[in-house]
């Protein structure tokens, strides 16, 4: 393609995008929902990612050793812990180190355990032990408990199950409802070319009549959506960059423990996700409704 | 002798409607010479536009032999037809066929752009009377000035030969007169054929030749050797 004739169709495409007003507008207006719910939908499924890590980091089976367990039984409990196969980390906590951080806890307070050092210590020594796949906690939690030298196994359930179960229905009813958007943005992008046609098909004769290759003719239709589709994209780019800047102030003063995605790594994947997206809607679109219309 | 500009024989088109076939053109001999002005007269179903498609390019022909020069259209790739269309044959529609979004000389340069030796798009706008108009859009032009604009459109690619589908047809008398004036001028300054095709037996008194189709079939054709000018045509 020529340099001149590539200006010759954008300038066409940037014609035609100005005179035909509010076809235009329409046209960006559907890109820009779908991608504005889509988008949406993303930086909600990051968060909700980015929470569930957090919390699978944290989950951990806390194993208590049974204060009478004989030397033997330790060593014997110690090895089958590092043996097993879903394990990912064994920590050993010895009951002073138990202690220490227990008065590091109480702080201004630590006077409290003042005075419970060496032998007279109540606390236990025991293991932290995190599983290599998170969810398989309470199986690994059944099995070691019965190990000897156990007194008793504690890995938070009734709130790790739950929430399990919750990030997971999130996932799926978020995959879902983005898939049902899909096929809705389809129909709405045919609906809208299918508005254009009337105007396209006879512009379209007019150009084969006057001697124009399909080529010729489709370029600047393709340059037309490709910019509704980058205008389409950019809207809900910066709609999502403010919105999300201001639902993450907010978090941060009202729900400060909940860590969330930070805004610029969001803005990265908005662009790197929803701009071609939107080039490509726009693209397809408009070479479709010519493909159409060049066979008259 | 004039020289031979196009040649076609045996021409027929047929149309599949469902089960029945629908002849448009039954088998016509067409011949259009340099520098004539033809009119191709008949009423309407008779064949007129069907057969201008076809000289044109836009069409193919169902059966028969085409030729323009060497070239022969009925056996033409579609990139060949597109040529052909971009750098011999200028069209002229009875509603003009202006892009909306595009001015007066806009259009003009659409055209301009894609062929050969384009002719310079101002000079053609004076000619027609309209280089006060160059940038406005068709729908601020009247009826007569729109046809104006669609003739110098299809004169700025310097094609041999102008094939025009009732252009008065929607026009009133002064500025049909007006319009074919505009395609005599041309006929005989620029030197291109002029087909017009029409149902309007008073624009056949300005043609060189008179083509008369009937039923898909050409009826006779009448050499004209004193023509009318387009002044002294009414209807
Ligand atoms: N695309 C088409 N499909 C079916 N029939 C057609 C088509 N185009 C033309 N015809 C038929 O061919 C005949 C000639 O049409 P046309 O060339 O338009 O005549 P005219 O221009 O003299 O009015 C008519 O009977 C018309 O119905």
């Given amino acids: 393609m020529h340099i001149r004739s590539l200006f010759y169709f954008i300038g066409e495409a940037l014609k035609s995008i100005a005179r035909n007003g509010w076809m235009s507008v329409a046209s960006i207006a559907v890109v820009a929902i779908t991608l504005l719910i889509l988008g949406s939908f993303m930086v909600l499924n990051y968060n909700v990612t980015l929470i569930t890590e957090d919390v699978k980091e944290q989950v951990q089976i806390v194993l208590y050793v049974d204060e009478e367990a004989s030397g033997e039984d330790r060593l014997k409990l110690q090895q089958k812990l590092v043996g097993h196969p879903q394990m990912e980390e064994v920590r050993f906590v010895s009951r002073d180190e138990a202690l220490e951080r227990l008065k590091r806890q109480l702080g201004d307070r630590s006077y409290l355990v003042e005075g419970y050092e060496g032998e007279d210590n109540p606390l236990r020594d025991s293991y932290e032990l995190r599983t290599k796949i998170p969810e398989d906690i309470a199986i690994v939690a059944g099995e070691i408990k019965e190990y000897p030298g156990v007194d008793y196994v504690d890995y938070g359930s009734g709130v790790v199950e739950p929430l399990f179960q919750f990030t997971g229905v999130v996932r799926w009813m978020g995959l879902i409802f983005m898939a049902g958007l899909a096929v809705t943005a389809v129909f709405l992008i045919a609906h809208t070319i299918r508005l254009t046609v009337y105007i396209r098909r006879k512009e379209i004769m007019i150009m084969k009549y006057v001697g124009a290759t399909d080529w010729f003719i489709r370029w600047p239709f393709v340059f037309e959506g490709l910019i509704l589709g980058f205008i389409g994209a950019v809207i809900p780019i910066i709609i999502i960059y403010y919105g999300y800047n201001t639902a993450v102030a907010w978090a941060q003063t009202n729900i400060y423990f909940v860590s969330l995605v930070s805004p610029e790594d969001i803005i990265e994947e908005m662009v790197k996700v929803l701009l071609p997206l939107g080039v490509i809607l726009g693209v397809l679109g408009s070479s479709i409704s010519v493909r159409r219309f060049l066979k008259v | ?235």
């Fill in chain 2, 1 to 235: 002798m004039a020289k031979l500009l196009i040649e076609a024989r045996n021409i027929k088109k047929r149309y599949q409607m469902g089960e029945v076939i629908v002849y448009a053109l039954r088998g016509v001999d067409f011949t259009l010479y340099e520098k004539e002005l033809v009119v191709v007269l008949g009423p309407s179903g008779s064949g007129k536009s069907t057969l201008l498609n076809i000289i044109g390019g836009m069409d193919r022909a169902s059966e028969g032999e085409f030729y323009f020069g060497d070239f022969h259209l009925h056996e033409a790739s579609e990139r060949q037809l597109t040529y052909y269309r971009r750098n011999e044959v200028g069209f002229i529609f009875q509603f003009y066929n202006l892009m909306p979004n595009l001015t007066a000389y806009e259009n003009i340069d659409l055209s301009a752009q894609i062929a050969e030796n384009p002719l310079d798009i101002d000079g053609l706008l004076e000619q027609v009377g309209l280089s006060e108009r160059r940038d406005h859009f068709p729908s601020q032009l009247s009826g007569g000035e729109q046809q104006r604009v669609a003739i110098a459109r299809g004169l700025a690619k310097n094609p041999r030969m102008l094939l025009c589908d009732e252009p008065t047809g929607s026009l009133d008398l002064a500025s049909g007169i007006q319009v074919l004036k505009l395609l005599r001028d041309f006929c005989d300054d620029y030197q291109k054929t002029v087909v017009i095709i029409t149902h309007n037996t008073e624009i056949s008194k300005m043609a060189d030749r008179v083509v008369y189709l009937k039923d898909g079939l050409v009826d006779k054709v009448e050499i004209n050797d004193s023509p009318l000018s387009a002044e002294q045509v009414s209807w």
